[in-house]
């Protein structure tokens, strides 16, 4: 069974640009969730979406944004890139959530010049 | 609002030594905790899930447990090796909320 999928793995922006990451849950998962890790913040999340709603919403401004397809495949856009939007984001799914097990992908390394 | 620490921050030992990572939570009311692994520049490898009813969980040379009335869980790793090297992250899920997670240990074992 294959993995979640996270793509692209690297991308360079500069700042004012926007940017859209693409994520892939592993068959049959209809939850995502999305997280930024940065070193001095660590990891914090961003929102979940399960069956095309999101369900949860973490603390980040209104420029972070995403939406989930009706294969389950989730993206997420921040819009009005800033230098401190430079971070590994993380996505996970599960089969619905809640209290399953989250498997994550590998990230998508994002870095804002 | 559930707050999770990790301690310590960093951690080196020789190969071959057992070690213990810990893991506190504010919040006791959790349905389970998960330990992580990152390896640098990598995504989190799910290393052991411990429900809320459970006292520990076993995976190998893994073995964590859990004490949800005193709000702490530990990790303990069993004749270390230099492939262990990496940073390990605790997550507790509280039900339909996300995970709250620990900044994590970074584990060095040296040859």
């Known amino acids: 069974k294959a993995g979640v999928t996270q793509t692209p793995r690297y991308l360079i922006k500069t700042r004012g640009q926007q940017v859209t990451l693409s994520c892939s849950p592993i068959?049959?998962?209809?939850?995502v969730s999305w997280y930024q890790q940065t070193p001095g913040q660590g990891l914090q999340f961003l929102f979940e979406?399960?069956?095309?709603?999101?369900?949860n919403k973490g603390n980040f401004p209104g420029r972070f944004s995403g939406r989930q397809f009706s294969n389950s495949r989730s993206e997420m856009n921040v819009s009005t890139l800033e230098l401190g939007d430079s971070a590994l984001y993380l996505c996970?799914?599960?089969?619905?959530?809640?209290?399953?097990?989250?498997?994550f992908g590998a990230g998508t390394r994002l870095s804002v010049l | 609002k559930q707050e999770v620490t990790q301690i310590p921050a960093a951690l080196s030992v020789p190969e071959g030594e057992n070690l213990v990572l810990n893991c506190s939570f504010t919040d006791s009311a959790i349905y389970n905790l998960q330990w992580f692994r990152q390896d640098p520049g990598k995504g989190l490898t799910s290393l052991l899930l411990i429900q809320s009813s459970q006292r520990e969980q076993t995976s190998g040379r893994l073995n964590a447990s859990l004490d949800k009335s005193s709000g702490r869980s530990t990790l303990y790793i069993a004749a270390s090796q230099p492939g262990d090297s990496a940073t390990y992250l605790c997550a507790v899920n509280s039900g339909n909320t996300p995970l709250v997670f620990g900044k994590g240990t970074r584990l060095s074992v040296i040859a």
């Open positions: 996970a799914s599960t089969p619905t959530g809640g209290n399953d097990i989250q498997y």
């Open positions: 979406y399960f069956s095309e709603t999101q369900r």
């Open positions: 068959s049959g998962h209809r939850s």
